[in-house]
């Protein structure tokens, strides 16, 4: 039933008709994030794929990214631009939060999308198909196990009644994490070249970064933060594997 529920949450395919989930399974989607990445990156995977038959390289990789945005409804993408204008405008706690609360966008999340959105674009294009398919699918599974231990490490910065999705994650537990985590390195294991390993160190050094800022800043994360982690945790790994594919 948390599965489904994560389903629900974090895309916007029709899986809520398939039963009604209770609220409670809404606090423990986070395990099951990266399991919901084997469907996202899958589906990017495949539509890149796809596209590559009949488009150019850089053209199939744009319709695959947005093909990504029409299944997660720009879920995570929405919270980068909050997490970049709370913290490029913000000075004090109160203000960020207040700032990411906002529904509107401002000049920092403006910029921030752009310069992410280029480099997401660009960035792997001097790969091959079949590795940049690879990537797409390992790339989305690891960084989303990455980015959700940080409900393990850091309390919601809220209150509850104040959450923009009504629901503040609860922390995993051990089987939880376990599931996650085998969600997450699973498709590595089966689809990512040997070489290309160093590149997941990327995404945890990139988690300890935000990490850092938000206990430091925050004293907490948002569902904005969770966001933004997964989606600069993944261009991260995408940096790191470009880099060493051109080395190798």
């Not at 899986?15 to 994030?33: G, L, T």
């Not at 997401?120 to 231990?149: E, I, M």
């Not at 997450?184 to 590149?199: D, R, S, T, V």
Request: a positive charge.
């Amino acid at each position: 039933m948390n599965f489904l529920a994560a389903l629900i949450f974090f895309t916007r395919l029709p899986f809520w008709k398939i039963k009604e989930v209770p609220a409670e399974c809404f606090k423990h989607v986070v395990p099951y994030w990266p399991l919901v990445g084997w469907l996202t990156g899958g589906i990017m995977a495949g539509v890149l794929w796809l596209a590559a038959q009949v488009l150019p390289l850089p053209q199939a990789w744009l319709v695959a990214i947005v093909a990504r945005l029409l299944v997660t409804g720009c879920l995570h993408e929405d919270g980068l631009a909050d997490f970049f204008d709370g913290f490029g405008g913000g000075t004090t706690r109160e203000r960020i939060l207040a700032i990411m609360k906002d529904s509107h966008i401002g000049t920092y999340g403006v910029a921030g999308l752009i310069f992410y959105f280029l480099l997401l674009w660009q960035l792997p294009l001097s790969l091959p198909l079949p590795v940049l398919c690879a990537l797409a699918l390992c790339g989305d599974c690891w960084s989303k196990f990455c980015a959700s231990q940080i409900i393990n490490y850091l309390p919601y910065a809220r209150p509850e009644a104040e959450s923009k999705a009504k629901v503040v994650y609860s922390g995993m537990s051990r089987g939880e994490l376990i599931t996650a985590f085998v969600s997450g390195i699973l498709p590595l294991l089966f689809l990512l070249p040997l070489h290309a390993w160093p590149a997941t160190v990327a995404p945890m050094f990139v988690f300890l970064l935000i990490l850092r800022l938000l206990k430091k800043r925050l004293q907490g994360y948002t569902g904005d933060c969770c966001g933004a982690m997964f989606l600069l945790c993944e261009l991260s790994f995408y940096l790191c594997a470009v880099v060493i594919w051109n080395l190798y």
